[in-house]
């Protein structure tokens, strides 16, 4: 039995609701979010919908419903891997994986409260790191989630402590490198990330 607290099992209450969230949505790059009807294809092929709280088909019902709040907060729009799956597959030719990055980009805007924490920090600290070097290095991006998240330095020491025998045995079997390394073309990866953010401006 679901627990009470879970969002499904309570009733939508239309004057919490915002009419023109799915507009909202919209402009920022989830086109068509209106055509919804429903089906449930998104879903059916997400890779990683086991980890969400609602499923895309269950948020673009409540994007649609104005359940502005809801949305916002939900670990959904920060688990979704940006894979495009459910985007070749929507019958209505909604860009489901765009809905998913309008909604991250709102939570943003707005500085909403996040139900994972992890999440936003882990795409921050994966652009910088990718900034820097032109490729990802991963004991820096552990450690960057755990000083973004974790209650300061101590705590995010304690953190990394507790991981580093995973780190070390992917590192003895050479699945890890224990020093960074940059990319020879780096000023390319430089002028992809900057391109980004000047088109987030421009939204
Ligand atoms: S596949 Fe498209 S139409 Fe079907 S539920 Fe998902 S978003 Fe809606
Ligand atoms: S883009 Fe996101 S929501 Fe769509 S299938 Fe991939 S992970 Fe799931």
Same mark, same amino acid.
């Given at each position: 039995?679901?627990?009470?607290?879970? &969002?499904?099992?309570?009733?939508?209450?239309?004057? =919490? !609701?915002?009419?023109?969230?799915?507009?909202?949505?919209?402009?920022? %790059? %989830?086109?068509?979010?209106?055509?919804?009807?429903?089906?449930?294809?998104?879903?059916?092929?997400?890779?990683?919908?086991?980890?969400?709280?609602?499923?895309?088909?269950?948020?673009?019902?409540?994007? +649609?419903?104005?359940?502005?709040?809801?949305?916002?907060?939900?670990?959904?729009?920060?688990?979704?891997?940006? !894979?495009?799956?459910?985007?070749?597959?929507?019958?209505? %030719?909604?860009?489901?994986?765009?809905?998913?990055?309008?909604?991250?980009?709102?939570?943003?805007?707005?500085?909403?409260?996040?139900? +994972?924490?992890?999440?936003?920090?882990?795409?921050?600290?994966?652009? =910088?790191?990718?900034? +820097?070097?032109?490729?990802?290095?991963?004991?820096?991006?552990?450690?960057?989630?755990?000083?973004?998240?974790?209650?300061?330095?101590?705590?995010?020491?304690?953190?990394?402590?507790?991981?580093?025998?995973?780190?070390?045995?992917?590192?003895?079997?050479?699945?890890?490198?224990?020093?960074?390394?940059?990319?020879?073309?780096?000023?390319? &990866?430089?002028?992809?990330?900057?391109?980004?953010? =000047?088109?987030?401006?421009?939204?």
């Amino acid at each position: 039995m679901p627990a009470a607290s879970d &969002v499904s099992y309570q009733p939508v209450r239309l004057r =919490e !609701c915002e009419a023109d969230f799915v507009t909202q949505v919209e402009e920022h %790059g %989830g086109r068509d979010a209106h055509l919804c009807y429903q089906c449930g294809s998104c879903s059916g092929g997400c890779p990683v919908v086991f980890m969400m709280d609602h499923t895309p088909r269950k948020l673009l019902r409540m994007i +649609n419903l104005g359940m502005k709040d809801q949305v916002l907060a939900s670990g959904t729009i920060w688990v979704c891997a940006s !894979c495009f799956t459910c985007t070749t597959r929507c019958p209505r %030719g909604i860009d489901i994986a765009k809905v998913m990055t309008a909604c991250r980009e709102l939570a943003q805007k707005e500085g909403r409260e996040i139900d +994972n924490p992890r999440s936003p920090a882990f795409y921050q600290s994966f652009v =910088e790191i990718v900034e +820097n070097y032109g490729r990802l290095f991963e004991p820096m991006l552990m450690a960057k989630i755990a000083m973004r998240t974790r209650d300061g330095p101590i705590d995010a020491a304690r953190e990394l402590v507790k991981d580093a025998p995973l780190g070390l045995e992917m590192a003895r079997r050479g699945k890890l490198s224990l020093l960074p390394h940059r990319t020879k073309d780096l000023e390319q &990866v430089r002028k992809i990330v900057r391109k980004v953010r =000047e088109m987030e401006v421009r939204k």
